[in-house]
């Protein structure tokens, strides 16, 4: 060890140059960085989940689309919101990735001629709102409400709402930069229709996707320099001096930018949680660097010059920085065996971070300080011992004092808080990813509260037959479906298909509203309703080339997953009750099946996590007995946050699964540095009394910034609009701030009952 710092102090000038020229010519790479807000970021090309969901296309078509709304408190069925309506139904039209647009004033009715009323007509419910008088477009309102295809779905029961939809072409998905024209185009759009005095409400998947990647860039742009800033400040407290300030702040800028233009060389693109890498790699550089630092300044304060001041902090710390990026790079890596594809990218990047982080601390900043050589005043003995005695001692002789009522408080307090477990629910539903005042999120409240449901159900329904779904049992199947489905499920508000179109013949016809009793009239109703569509409104989605599927889409109001999941399994398993079968797919299932990739990712990276850093310190200490004194302030900080949110009524949502493995990476720097410590100060002979003493000098303090650091770090996601961020940060954050009681006061207090001895079993 001394060899390798000699060579450091040797080549101090190359480090201290060669490092921030690398970092430069990395940083050379932003130029290059994308945003990437897609729902497909979200699934692994070999997702079952997403294959189902592109097959559903290949037949179909897309289910995504552009969602305009707004509201008129006199009825939409007027010559001013007829015209806004037809003025953005004709521009959707014209728009590139457009593939049909529906809306009340293109809907196609279907009725019968006055004047030759044998003939039946398909045609745009209002080809000319300029000509018609207020009686007719009263007479048109009344129509409207009758016409069960669009009620409850393009315009509201009380008329007042409309909604226009721009459905997407197929590649659109899956073409780089079309949902920000999509966007862009509409914005421009409703800009020209300001002059109406309407609010306009946005919702869709161009929507959704322009939302993540604003969202994302906002909160890298604004919260990274703002936790630099803040950190800068909180090490000046800590260090009241520059140089630590400068020194542990440059070992952060220098990882992140590394890591970040790696991830930008190897094609990778930025989402929303990849974006928040940076502060990620703040919270773990900040501690290497300030631990190294702190004992430096000891040191120095103790009477040692500059360069055995270094030996001295680089020999001490050299093994706990270690151990403690490696154990938080495990944290972070065991993330990467998540099914969701942010989470993986993000854990496996940022497990390269802390590594990163641990080779720039322990060459630069000793490098630095050999340069730099900062002025330190010496402590003299008298005020040595006086601080030593008036914070370490007392915190010593209270652990021992009080350690039978620390550890039954704890199991109380614990124990009580854990009930909370039985609480817990997991909700992956995507619009709860953004708060309720986001534009988006703002539109999709507005839809369900005044029209219809903004989620949607796409149920592929098998008719087993080559052109089965013109049987009248397959459709008679269906329609006592869609009742018992509305019955069973409130949140079911409306269900469309070619059923629809069936019956509203029926009804022209023979002046029922029921499904005909013969194969021949059916096929004689869908061929005519066929030829009658203008170009752009077939009715190939709603049905495969052979007539045997059929489509039907049930809009849902926005519910948590686990409802979400029940309703999705009593849909399919009522038609496996059936001569026939039905697939629910569609966007909102794709979100929905995503909950159980969340508590597989947070069971899976914590037990990976907990059972590898065990088997480290294992290693390490090379005592059985040590681990449970491992494990119990590691695992403590996880089970109160969750048991917290069970009483709460917070419910796991991604932010939340990663934390976890995360909580563990980071936190268990604390119980490393305070072991590490307590076996130093064992091996040396010292009794437990002055063991705790030891640690409080070379580690507790340090301990105790790194968490008000790191916490605070993390809590700045408490302003982030996007919920999962937020979530992460609060429960991160608090676990930290548990995490450190723990390992000051609980873990002390169990080492007292079990080792409190004068001579430790590490001896």
Same mark, same amino acid.
């Given at each position: ?196 005095? %309407? ?68 094609? %990778? ?495």
């Amino acid at each position: 060890m001394k060899k390798f710092i000699d060579l450091i102090i040797k080549l101090r000038w190359i480090i201290a140059i060669a490092i921030p020229i690398i970092t430069i010519l990395f940083a050379l790479q932003f130029k290059h960085i994308q945003f990437d807000g897609s729902y497909r970021i979200w699934f692994g090309e070999n997702s079952q989940t997403l294959k189902q969901y592109d097959e559903f296309r290949d037949i179909f078509g897309n289910d995504d689309a552009i969602i305009i709304v707004f509201h008129d408190e006199n009825g939409v069925l007027n010559k001013k919101a007829l015209g806004v309506i037809d003025r953005l139904t004709e521009k959707l039209w014209q728009t590139k990735y457009i593939a049909r647009v529906d809306s009340l004033t293109n809907y196609q009715y279907i009725h019968t001629d006055k004047e030759y009323p044998d003939d039946i007509l398909v045609e745009n419910f209002i080809e000319d709102y300029s000509s018609l008088s207020p009686q007719q477009l009263k007479e048109k309102e009344k129509i409207a409400l009758k016409e069960t295809m669009i009620v409850g779905k393009i315009i509201s029961k009380d008329a007042k709402t409309t909604m226009i939809v721009g459905r997407l072409v197929p590649k659109a998905s899956t073409t780089i930069g079309s949902s920000k024209f999509i966007k862009n185009a509409v914005d421009g759009y409703l800009a020209e229709e300001k002059k109406s005095g %309407y609010k306009f409400y946005l919702a869709g998947g161009p929507v959704v996707n322009q939302t993540f990647s604003s969202l994302a860039k906002y909160d890298m742009t604004t919260f990274t320099p703002l936790v630099i800033l803040m950190v800068m400040l909180l090490l000046w407290l800590v260090f009241k001096r520059a140089s630590g300030m400068l020194l542990s702040i440059s070992i952060v800028i220098f990882t992140f930018i590394i890591v970040l233009a790696t991830q930008v060389l190897l094609g %990778y693109k930025l989402n929303n949680f990849t974006a928040n890498m940076p502060v990620f790699i703040i919270a773990i550089g900040i501690a290497d660097a300030t631990h190294l630092f702190w004992i430096y300044l000891l040191a120095r304060k103790d009477g040692l010059e500059n360069y055995a001041a270094i030996h001295y902090s680089v020999e001490k710390n050299f093994l706990p920085i270690l151990l403690t990026s490696l154990t938080t790079a495990v944290g972070f890596a065991s993330l990467g065996i998540s099914e969701i594809v942010p989470i993986k990218t993000l854990g496996i990047a940022t497990a390269n971070a802390a590594l990163l982080a641990f080779v720039l601390t322990i060459l630069f900043i000793p490098a630095l300080l050999a340069i730099l050589n900062p002025k330190i005043t010496k402590n003299d003995a008298k005020n040595k011992d006086e601080i030593s005695s008036s914070l370490a001692t007392k915190y010593a002789t209270f652990i021992i004092k009080n350690d039978t009522k620390i550890i039954f408080t704890s199991i109380a307090v614990f124990g009580f808080i854990s009930l909370g477990l039985f609480k817990l629910q997991v909700d992956s539903n995507s619009i709860r990813y953004f708060r309720e005042e986001v534009p988006f999120r703002s539109a999709v409240t507005f839809i369900q509260n005044n029209l219809t449901g903004p989620m949607a159900y796409e149920i592929v329904i098998d008719s087993k037959a080559k052109d089965g779904i013109k049987s009248p049992a397959f459709m008679k199947e269906v329609e006592k479906f869609e009742k018992e489905l509305k019955a069973k499920f409130p949140d079911a508000r409306h269900t469309s298909s070619l059923i629809d179109v069936v019956k509203r013949f029926n009804e022209i016809m023979v002046g029922k509203n029921e499904v005909p009793a013969s194969n021949e009239i059916i096929a004689q109703y869908l061929l005519l309703y066929s030829l009658s569509l203008p170009q752009g409104m077939e009715i190939n989605d709603r049905m495969d080339i052979d007539e045997r599927l059929l489509r039907l889409t049930a809009s849902m109001d926005v519910v948590n997953t686990s409802l979400d999941l029940k309703m999705i399994k009593w849909i399919e398993n009522w038609w496996k009750n059936s001569p026939y079968s039905a697939q629910v797919n569609g966007q909102t299932t794709m979100f929905a099946h995503m909950q159980s990739d969340i508590t597989d990712t947070l069971i899976q990276s914590i037990t990976l996590a907990i059972s590898v850093v065990s088997l480290m310190m294992l290693f390490i200490f090379r005592k059985i007995k040590m681990i449970p004194l491992f494990i119990i302030p590691n695992i403590l900080p996880i089970v109160l946050v969750l048991g917290v949110m069970g009483w709460l009524g917070i419910t796991i949502d991604i932010g939340v699964a990663i934390s976890g493995a995360i909580i563990i990476g980071v936190a268990v720097d604390d119980t490393i540095h305070f072991l590490v410590k307590y076996k130093e100060a064992r091996l040396k002979g010292y009794n437990f009394h002055d063991s705790l003493t030891y640690i409080m000098k070379y580690a507790g303090s340090a301990i105790i910034f790194t968490t008000v650091i790191l916490s605070t770090s993390f809590l700045i996601f408490r302003f982030s609009d996007f919920m999962l961020n937020v979530n992460f940060g609060i429960v991160t954050a608090i676990a930290l701030i548990i995490a450190v009681l723990v390992d000051l006061f609980m873990l002390p207090a169990i080492l007292s009952k079990f080792d409190g001895k004068e001579k430790s079993f590490l001896n």
